[in-house]
């Protein structure tokens, strides 16, 4: 597949987890969970530019992160390790996704660089292979990678592509920040959800079992959920602090939208259940 192109601009999309049960803990401190996840038409982008030097250039920087730390940059040094190669890039992130948001930020541009780098570096793995690079960047990484909508198990890593409706969605965020291990070590939180079939839990009301344990330790979720009841009812994507409601049309998403307070971040979305990132680049690679 040689690409005519040395610079790129990509999708690097948001998720949702419609749904999250926890049925497990481990003797390992790990959790089970059952989650489905799905991509939003919306996220941050990242614009790669190949060189012939090996350095990973980032163009912009996050401020308080340090490059090493940095998930964009170690995706890039892990691909470049892995596969030997010797060209480097120059990576620009344009970021409307919010960080610690619940909605995949980080996990999500790890992933659009391992994909994109792959095929602008033309090292040539399978998205298998990609998606086992990626776990060892985050638990969420090889969902973006593969690009499917899924059904996630285990502790996340067993994962079965999944067609739900790709409805609208307000996803917004309450001005707070959650920690995902506070969350998990929440001596209330539901740890023995039974574990159901697919099917089973596609025909259910769907729910986030990390919900109350959010919203009883921090009080802007549950104002915010509280406040936004007589609009629609929102509910936690991941561990938060994002929360969505989900609509049939775009019309609808609006007229909840536009009751958004004034002080916080938000987005009208819609579903898809192939990620835009993998839209944009086989779609194009098939243009060659």
């Not at 597949?1 to 390992?28: C, E, H, Q, W």
């Not at 638990?139 to 909508?149: K, L, N, S, W, Y």
């Not at 995902?180 to 729910?207: C, D, G, I, M, Y």
């Amino acid at each position: 597949m040689g690409l005519l192109m040395d610079k790129v601009t990509l999708p690097s999309p948001a998720k949702l987890n419609l749904f999250l049960y926890i049925t497990n803990k481990r003797a390992d401190g790990y959790h089970e969970l059952q989650t489905l996840f799905q991509f939003l038409d919306f996220g941050d982008e990242i614009e790669i530019e190949v060189t012939d030097s090996p350095e990973i250039e980032l163009i912009n920087q996050v401020e308080g992160v340090a490059v090493e730390d940095n998930l964009i940059y170690k995706a890039a040094t892990l691909l470049q390790k892995t596969t030997a190669c010797t060209k480097g890039a120059k990576i620009a992130v344009t970021k409307n996704l919010p960080m610690g948001g619940g909605v995949g930020g980080g996990s999500s541009n790890a992933a659009t660089v391992l994909v994109g780098l792959n095929h602008l570096w033309n090292t040539g793995l399978s998205l298998e292979v990609l998606a086992e690079l990626g776990l060892s960047l985050g638990a969420d990484v090889p969902i973006f990678v593969r690009g499917t909508a899924a059904f996630a198990e285990g502790v996340g890593e067993v994962l079965t592509p999944c067609e739900p409706a790709e409805k609208w969605y307000v996803v917004l965020k309450p001005d707070v920040s959650i920690s995902t291990a506070v969350v998990f070590n929440a001596p209330n939180l539901p740890r023995n959800t039974p574990k159901r079939s697919l099917e089973e839990l596609l025909n259910n009301n769907w729910a986030n079992d990390c919900e109350k344990v959010v919203r009883e330790n921090y009080s802007e979720v549950e104002d915010l959920i509280q406040e936004l009841l007589q609009y629609a009812r929102f509910r936690l994507t991941g561990t938060g602090a994002c929360i969505f409601a989900e609509f049939n049309t775009k019309a609808e998403a609006e007229k909840v939208f536009v009751h958004k307070p004034k002080q916080l971040f938000g987005f009208m979305a819609k579903g898809q259940n192939i990620s835009p990132l993998h839209q944009k680049l086989y779609s194009k690679l098939n243009h060659h």
